[in-house]
RNA sequence: GGGCGUGUAGCACAGCUGGAUAAUGCGUCGGCCUCCUAAGCCGAAGAUCGCGGGUUCGAAUCCUGCCACGCCCGCCA
């Protein structure tokens, strides 16, 4: 609790320091304290033990006792060589009430940190509609995106769209050569598609791909050499720069990616920014990059003219040459990568990539190659995949749950809760809470687990609505709305702290966490790790529900100013708490 | 074979810059709606923190060996 800290480390250090331990010694031992009801902040005596020649338990009760008695501390106790420090709840009161904890807003760029953010995240393919294994890239990389401006961050949210190369020119390649007759016979065994994605391009081109995937393993042997030969050329002319090729390459994949976008839209991601991998090509960047580096000491060529650089010399163990040309001439993805982060160097001081694990390797090598350039590397966040109980997802395979199926099912799921708990409801409102339940809970199911844990996507997992889940604290979120909505109606009394001993569980418990809110935020983003704050939501809201409990904020028609006013504050945490996670703090439901 | 990551109650998962009784949810068992929305609240049972060594006043956390699982090791993207 940074709030108490500062109030405490002043005294810490003057009576240390005349004891002769400095504050470089303690400061890093003084943490949140593990048990509440050990107190907030703890200090372990045991280090100061040899230098003071003294036992830790006499050193925490000779420093409890010297400790002054503060308006912030209602209790300073020394247990097992523990030196407990319990904030006063009157002064946790006072502290929330006086605007000390930040509520912000995650939607929209303040600036008052001074900071200023790129992320680049999903980056994904546009050859077929979203499947959740691709999901918790978009999803982890926007509740980033979100974190960051509801800390006070500038940040841009930037998609590098994969333009050229193999995908999609295979998906182009498809489009131009094979018939609606042909991609059905291709396809015949496999499921049909989904009636209901019939008008959306994603659903309908990735037949295309897919068509074409099958030919290229499954055709005679003519046929696939002539096929190899077609889409090669294709990609060969896009790694050259080809503007006719790129122009169509970009009409075959962009209803591809606008029904990809139209997705993530319904689970409330956008861009502020799209940048294509072409860009590099076509205005000659890619190919100074190649000179700069044929020119460092590192460099090396292949028989066939291939450029490498041996990045065995600066570390890299395994396999430690990284090509960055082709024995052609032209550039691999990976040169182009390094292209791209230079360019985003110069947009940005902050630049953090959301990547899958499998492009662990090649981020290390984009990394190395850029410090060999006197470049910074990103800050990486890697994830591990997604996969179904039966296996790894692939579009290729058609094995996937897509995220339009899941939003479905989701939203119908919510629904049928809704409709039985609160039969008053018209069909509008129903399936405006559902939408937003429904998809909130497919987020926060994903958010919730740190991103290097492997992930098994379970149906009641994505669909569970209790406890634990996101409807849980859009739930203690709406009794903090209908309280506000009740209380503006009545007659208020004034805003009077009740005593100490008069102040139930549930509204110290309820000030502490909400004394810890922009804590957890703050690690939260410096450490990249969005499940932290999901996790103190659910801690949050869990402590509004024993608020709500213990603290009735109307009785017999009047309002507790003092309760009200807390009640307040939660409600607006939460409320942007909840846009940070990407969830709609619905008022109802 | 090499590199990186993961291994914590029946299931899932937090804690990993070393600190006191390993947190939480699901599931199980029991209780609470004349009172601000019960998608809620209260209580109980349930853990050799993968296994073996080591460092330390103190190890789930650090080091090391082993085991299991995942990802990577293309002049693919």
Known sequence: MKLLRAEISPHLEAILSQMGVDKAAWDPLLQPSREASQGDLTLPCFPFASILKKAPQAISDDLAEQFPSIEALLNVSSVNGYLNFTANPEWLADSVLSNQVDVGSALKNSGRTGENVLIEHTSANPNGPFHVGRARNAILGDTLVRLHRLHGDDVRAEYYVDDMGKQVGVLAWALENLSEDEVNELLSDREPPSERWLTKADHQ??????????????????????????????????????????????????????????????????????????????????????????????????????????????????????????????????????????????????????????????????????????????????????????????TRRGNVVFMDDLLEEAHAQASAVVRELRPEYDDEKVAKIAEAVGTAAVRFNIIKVSPEKGFTFRWEEALAFEAGSAPFIMYAHTRACSISKRAGTLPTSPVQCPSVESMPEGLVELLRLMCTHNDVLERSVREQKAHLFALHMLELANAYNGFYRDCPVVRDGEVDGFAFSISEMARELMRSGLEGLGITPIEEM
């Open 205 to 394: 081109r990735v037949r295309w791909y897919q068509a074409a995937q099958v030919l290229r393993k499954d055709a005679d042997e003519d046929r696939k050499a002539q096929i190899e030969n077609e889409i090669g050329t294709l990609v060969h002319a896009s790694e050259h720069g080809d503007l006719g090729v790129l122009e169509s390459f970009e009409s075959a994949y962009t209803p591809v990616l606008d029904g990809m976008l139209a997705t993530l839209s319904r689970l409330g991601i956008s861009y502020d920014t799209f940048t294509k991998e072409s860009r590099f090509v076509v205005d000659g960047t890619v190919a100074d990059l190649m000179s700069t580096l044929d020119a460092l000491e590192i460099a090396g060529t292949a028989d066939n003219g291939a450029g490498f650089l041996d990045l065995g010399q600066r570390g890299l163990k395994g396999k430690t040459e990284f090509f960055y040309r082709r024995g052609d001439g032209s550039s691999l993805y990976a040169t182009r990568d390094v292209a791209y982060h230079m360019w985003k160097w110069g947009e940005s001081n902050r630049l953090v990539n959301v990547l899958g694990e499998d492009h662990k390797l090649q981020a290390k090598q984009v990394g190395l190659t850029l410090e060999e350039l006197n470049q910074k590397r990103p800050e990486v966040l890697f994830y591990s995949f997604i996969k179904l109980p039966e296996g790894k997802m692939s």
